[in-house]
């Protein structure tokens, strides 16, 4: 299959590190002394969690969850599928949820409800990006990176068809191949 796919630069690798460092200072002041530990959600929010736990000025611990949404890559079908569970117990801790794309929200309220029931001692969420006119599901987020347009984006952990997680930048996808 031939891809023709055009990207174009939507938010420097600059203007990530200084929102990153930005949202790391936040969270070291609301926890205010106290461990937290940041739980990043598969694949997508790795390069942002390996990011953020490096500007987090308190003791940090981090774990990954993963989901699965039926449906394809642009069209969620609003059935969220818990994949890989974290491995320690969070009851009782601070625990921040550390996410790419806060997109309809059926993701993040989804993983919200099986966090809370887990009885943490404080839920907090993190997203890089932020696509407004998107939701389906309205849900409190406590950090944004950015307020993006309603664009399909890649780079920094984000993919199209797995591809382009590892560019610096995020790009948005111009174009693509027939049938995706
Ligand atoms: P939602 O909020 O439940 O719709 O799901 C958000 C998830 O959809 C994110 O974690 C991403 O994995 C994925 N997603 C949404 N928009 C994009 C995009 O523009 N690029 C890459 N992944 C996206
Ligand atoms: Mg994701």
Redesign the pocket.
């Given at each position: 299959m031939t891809q023709q796919v055009t990207l174009r630069t939507l938010i420097s690798k600059e203007q990530i590190a200084e929102r990153v460092g930005a949202i790391g200072q936040s969270i070291s002041q609301d926890f205010a002394s106290e461990p937290v530990i940041l739980l990043g959600?598969l694949k997508?929010a790795a390069i942002f969690l390996a990011d953020l736990t490096r500007q987090i000025a308190l003791e940090t611990t981090f774990d990954f969850i993963s989901v699965s949404?039926y449906g394809n890559q642009k069209q969620?079908s609003g059935e969220v599928r818990l994949v890989k569970d974290v491995d320690e117990s969070l009851e009782g801790r601070n625990v921040v949820l550390v996410?790419?794309?806060?997109?309809?929200?059926?993701?993040?309220t989804y993983l919200k409800n099986l966090l809370l029931a887990r009885r943490p001692k404080r839920l907090a969420i993190a997203v890089l990006l932020d696509?407004t006119s998107?939701r389906i599901q309205p849900v409190a987020v406590d950090y944004i990176g950015f307020g993006i347009p309603d664009?399909?984006?890649?780079g920094y952990g984000?993919?199209?068809a797995e591809r382009y997680r590892n560019l610096q930048d995020i790009c948005i996808v111009e174009s693509s191949p027939e049938g995706v």
């Amino acid at each position: 299959m031939t891809q023709q796919v055009t990207l174009r630069t939507l938010i420097s690798k600059e203007q990530i590190a200084e929102r990153v460092g930005a949202i790391g200072q936040s969270i070291s002041q609301d926890f205010a002394s106290e461990p937290v530990i940041l739980l990043g959600v598969l694949k997508g929010a790795a390069i942002f969690l390996a990011d953020l736990t490096r500007q987090i000025a308190l003791e940090t611990t981090f774990d990954f969850i993963s989901v699965s949404s039926y449906g394809n890559q642009k069209q969620h079908s609003g059935e969220v599928r818990l994949v890989k569970d974290v491995d320690e117990s969070l009851e009782g801790r601070n625990v921040v949820l550390v996410e790419d794309i806060l997109d309809t929200g059926l993701t993040l309220t989804y993983l919200k409800n099986l966090l809370l029931a887990r009885r943490p001692k404080r839920l907090a969420i993190a997203v890089l990006l932020d696509k407004t006119s998107r939701r389906i599901q309205p849900v409190a987020v406590d950090y944004i990176g950015f307020g993006i347009p309603d664009e399909f984006v890649v780079g920094y952990g984000m993919d199209f068809a797995e591809r382009y997680r590892n560019l610096q930048d995020i790009c948005i996808v111009e174009s693509s191949p027939e049938g995706v």
